[in-house]
């Protein structure tokens, strides 16, 4: 009891120290996460009348902007280029097409969603849009990112699910 008593400012200040110090960790990582970039991919299809469209669409759900480093289009699992994904898609078809490039550079901010690919065609049924849904679902993107505090993150779709 004498060493607490005699020691007792220094075991407070050691104390203050130690609890500030895993403040400061909490709240660092707290900060990182609400911060965090979360890229996610979706085809979707849509039919107005006889008008189908589709659409491979990249949104950032996040809370932060993600600022973009590679992007890459990959068709079957092999790399292309932008236009051969877009030839690969509107093969044979009758359409009015879109397409966004996102470059190094690029920041992508929180709740952002761009579409990379987009196809308006003439559809007369439900198996033409489904035809169209699938050339899209052939598409994949890997993508490499910061998010602002600098670190690299990675997002592909390589691995979907069903």
């Known amino acids: 009891m004498e060493f607490l008593g005699k020691y007792a400012a220094e075991i407070i200040a050691l104390c203050a120290l130690l609890f ?36 491979l669409e990249l949104m950032n759900n996040g809370l932060g902007p993600a600022f973009i480093e590679k992007f890459q289009i990959y068709l079957n699992n092999e790399f292309c280029e932008y236009d051969a994904a877009l030839d ?31 196809v308006a065609f003439p559809c007369k049924n439900n198996e033409e849009l489904a035809a169209t849904r699938e050339k899209f679902n052939a598409l994949d993107v890997a993508i490499e990112y910061k998010c602002a505090y600098g670190k690299i993150k990675k997002f592909d779709t390589f691995d979907k699910q069903d």
């Open 20 to 55: 500030t110090a895993w403040n400061v960790y909490t709240q660092r990582k707290h900060n990182i996460l609400s911060v965090t970039p979360h890229l996610t991919r979706f085809v979707t299809s849509d039919q107005n009348g006889e008008v189908g469209v589709a659409k």
């Open 88 to 118: 690969f898609v509107t093969k044979g078809m009758d359409c009015k097409w879109h397409r966004t490039r996102l470059g190094a550079g690029y920041a992508m901010k929180a709740g952002e969603a761009k579409d990379l690919f987009s």
